[in-house]
């Protein structure tokens, strides 16, 4: 069966370092997320990406926060200057269809970003 | 999305029924009801979802109701895998595709 998969599935950083976070979409999938998860919290929402551009932000997603799809496979999500409290799970997720209320989201096995 | 209310925690025994409910009052006529699960360190996973009429699957089984402001989730027979957070999100417009996740049910399995 296809899956989302995520690189590393670790990542330890130093704050003001610039990280980016590496998912592999399912292949015919059109819609592609991320969120992330504060250890003990909710899965936020952060960007959702289509047609090679962003579709949607939340306010999380200020503008150390940048995503790419660099070629048909590759989904990426970087953080400029890292900070403390970006240390998370991060979650990358697609979908077959265009944003659809009645479509499936894939979900990676998450990145846990560790910002020292 | 509109909003939805879930118990914090359930508990089950292995091999026995599990209903996990979610009220959802303020649900329009074109919201979807969708259900995703969290296994301990992984990402979430995709259940189930409806509209109006209870839907099964080969995980579990959705039971709407009627005025549709509430829907269950059944899983048939609990086993330890399925320990995990469930959440119980409605698609709503402007469908922009994006999940909001509650806190969810976390559902305890014992053997």
């Known amino acids: 069966e296809p899956e989302v998969t995520q690189t590393p599935s670790h990542q330890v950083t130093q704050m003001g370092q610039e990280v980016i976070l590496r998912c592999v979409p399912i292949?015919?999938?059109?819609?592609f997320y991320w969120y992330r998860q504060i250890l003990g919290q909710k899965v936020e929402f952060l960007v959702s990406?289509?047609?090679?551009?962003?579709?949607?932000k939340s306010e999380i997603f200020d503008d150390q926060f940048s995503v790419e799809r660099p070629d048909g496979s590759n989904f990426t999500l970087k953080i400029r200057s890292t900070k403390l409290e970006d240390s998370a799970m991060y979650f990358c997720?697609?979908?077959?269809?265009?944003?659809?209320?009645?479509?499936?989201?894939?979900f990676g096995p998450g990145t846990r970003l560790t910002v020292l | 999305d509109a909003k939805t209310t879930q118990p914090n925690s359930m508990e089950s025994n292995e091999e026995e029924p599990v209903h996990l409910p979610c009220n959802h009052s303020?649900?329009?006529?074109?919201?979807?009801i969708h259900w995703y699960r969290q296994l301990p360190s992984q990402g979430p996973e995709y259940v189930i979802h409806?509209?109006?009429s209870n839907v099964n699957n080969r995980m579990a089984s959705l039971a709407i109701a009627e005025d549709r402001k509430s829907s269950t989730l059944i899983l048939h027979r609990a086993t330890l895998r399925d320990a995990a957070v469930y959440y119980c999100?409605?698609?709503?417009?402007?469908?922009?595709?994006?999940?909001?996740f509650g806190q969810g049910t976390t559902l305890q399995v014992k053997p």
């Open positions: 997720a697609s979908t077959r269809l265009a944003g659809g209320q009645r479509d499936t989201q894939y």
């Open positions: 292949s015919n999938h059109l819609y």
């Open positions: 990406f289509y047609n090679n551009e962003i579709s949607e």
């Open positions: 303020t649900i329009s006529g074109t919201d979807y």
């Open positions: 409806g509209l109006t």
């Open positions: 999100i409605l698609r709503a417009p402007p469908y922009t595709g994006k999940l909001i």
